[in-house]
């Protein structure tokens, strides 16, 4: 009878996980049920060089813009499905959490106030930034400790200013600080020689070099003062959106760890590497947990590119910008771009 009812008990609680576990395989959540049903995403952007603006065209072209491409792809098989809404900064939040956009990528860095604070979530980190410097090259500054004494431009009001005056209090050395209540304003003061370095993130300092009377005589120092995390936010209460979202990230990575790029995504298809015939879905049924095709992050790299392509097109030697990777190559190069495996 022990037995009986043993064997009952562990027959019924299969069937209960067999039920839970094609379930998961089936649900859809809010945010995925309404983008199939509309036949696009919505991405809110904030304008900024190199990660979303508008080309000659009106094209919006960006680091940004091309993640949302890349989620746009991954659920819909096509990157022109993603429609971008421009935001201010005070705007985004407000959209995200009223439901006017599915995704926001032009966010300001991951800390805790804004994580916990907003009922937003950071799926993940795609640009490991932070503040650092831009100095004339004929001032011959290696490293912010030749700043000793300069006077430097900052936006006011900002962490900007705190940080600057936590490092020079530390280093126990001088600077002038000259307040601004844009970095606008204070990019245009620098370019008027009315201070010897700028202070931002060094994303926007990219920007701003290129925006300059003469971008070749400005240097963005490599001295980081400060972590700026950013990454692409979405609401709380969806879990199955924010793997989505997070996995775009992850499939980009790995692609780029196997060598798998925008030029030979169709080639890699009949790879004999178990890794990559696992990403790309020919093996396995990796789809089913996200809700999406099984070929979700072959879409992904043909359509948009992997990691590497996408920050080399928009912020890398494929774009005015120049900057390095830094932080932002993978962990097998350096850098701090690290993915869990699609298995």
């Not at 009952?8 to 995925?32: E, M, N, Y």
């Not at 300001?108 to 937003?120: C, E, H, I, N």
């Not at 969806?238 to 925008?262: C, G, P």
């Not at 097109?313 to 701090?336: C, D, F, S, T, V």
């Amino acid at each position: 009878m022990i037995r009986r009812t043993a064997f009952a008990f562990f027959a019924a609680f299969a069937g209960a996980l067999f039920a839970l576990s094609a379930g998961a395989q089936t649900d859809v959540g809010p945010t995925l049920a309404q983008i199939m049903k509309r036949g696009f995403l919505t991405c809110g952007v904030t304008d900024a060089p190199g990660f979303a603006q508008r080309d000659g065209a009106g094209e919006w072209r960006g680091f940004d813009v091309d993640f949302c491409r890349a989620v746009a792809s991954a659920v819909l098989d096509d990157p022109a499905k993603a429609r971008f809404v421009e935001l201010s900064q005070k705007e985004r939040a407000g959209a995200l959490q009223a439901g006017a956009v599915d995704l926001l990528v032009s966010a300001s860095p991951w800390t805790q106030s804004r994580d916990a604070g907003q009922k937003l979530i950071y799926a993940a980190i795609f640009l490991h930034d932070g503040q650092g410097f831009l100095v004339r090259r004929q001032r011959k500054s290696a490293s912010v400790q030749d700043l000793d004494g300069a006077s430097i431009c900052i936006e006011q009001g900002t962490p900007y200013e705190l940080a600057v005056a936590d490092f020079f209090r530390a280093s126990k050395a001088k600077y002038e600080p000259k307040l601004f209540p844009s970095l606008e304003d204070a990019a245009k003061a620098y370019d008027e020689e009315k201070c010897e370095a700028l202070t931002a993130d060094v994303s926007m300092l990219h920007g701003v070099r290129i925006g300059l009377t003469a971008p070749a005589d400005h240097a963005v120092l490599p001295d980081l003062l400060s972590k700026s995390p950013r990454g692409p936010l979405v609401r709380q209460g969806d879990d199955q959106w924010l793997n989505i979202v997070r996995w775009t990230l992850f499939a980009m990575i790995d692609a780029e760890e196997l060598e798998v790029s925008k030029a030979n995504a169709d080639s890699a298809l009949s790879s004999e590497n178990p890794q990559i015939r696992r990403l790309l879905g020919v093996d396995g049924a990796h789809g089913d947990d996200l809700g999406l095709s099984q070929d979700w992050a072959y879409r992904i790299v043909k359509h948009v590119g992997n990691y590497a392509d996408v920050f080399e097109r928009n912020l890398g030697q494929g774009a005015p910008y120049a900057m390095e990777r830094r932080l932002n190559a993978l962990w097998n190069k350096g850098g701090l771009m690290y993915a869990p495996p699609v298995r």
